[in-house]
């Protein structure tokens, strides 16, 4: 497999054409250990990938011709840079012109860098911080509960919240044994 990939890449990285510092990089998630999953590519290149916070835009302009390569793990990895570089402007053009197979779309995906973080629902405390699933917060007024005679009162600490999946101002939580939804803009994280 090594002399397969080496030999179609022409013994340069198939990212950016470097002949430095190369190896055998295996695209996630793996569905079969052949050459079609691997690719040839130069240290910076792998760094980037892996490290996604240490990103040099200017250094993936490469990918404008890297990815009408032919080879599917090429083509995998540049649809993940160029969608994790799109807010640059440029990568979305060139996302608008390449063209690959649905299967192997579903492949490059399937580490989330299509993910829109808009479309994300991140639940905010009355401070604006963010809440997480199984984060503890307090009440900062009181609150009847519907459907009982129950009152929340302010200072009460909810424990273990769970977080509404399509709503943001919505949390769920147990006060005084009994389970409510309580909403986002009643309560500060402790």
Known sequence: MQREIKKRSNEQCELCG???????????????????EH???CSTCISQIEAQTEMD??????????????????QAVAWRMLHRLKAEGWPQDLLD???IEEELIEW???????DDDADK???????GVTLEAGDSVVLIKDLPVKGS????KRGTAVRRISLDPD?????????DGQHIVILTQYVKKI
């Open 149 to 152: 005679s129950m009152v929340a």
């Open 108 to 114: 490059a995906a399937a580490t989330g860098e299509a």
């Open 97 to 99: 012109m390449l063209y």
């Open 18 to 36: 470097a002949t430095e510092n190369l190896s055998i990089y295996a695209v996630q998630p793996q569905r079969k250990a052949d050459a079609s």
């Open 57 to 74: 835009s200017n250094h993936w302009r490469c990918l404008n011709d890297s990815m009408w390569s032919e080879h599917p793990a090429v």
């Open 39 to 41: 690719l040839y590519a």
């Open 121 to 127: 629902v991140v639940h905010k405390d009355s401070n």
């Open 167 to 175: 709503n943001e101002t919505y949390i769920e939580g147990k006060v």
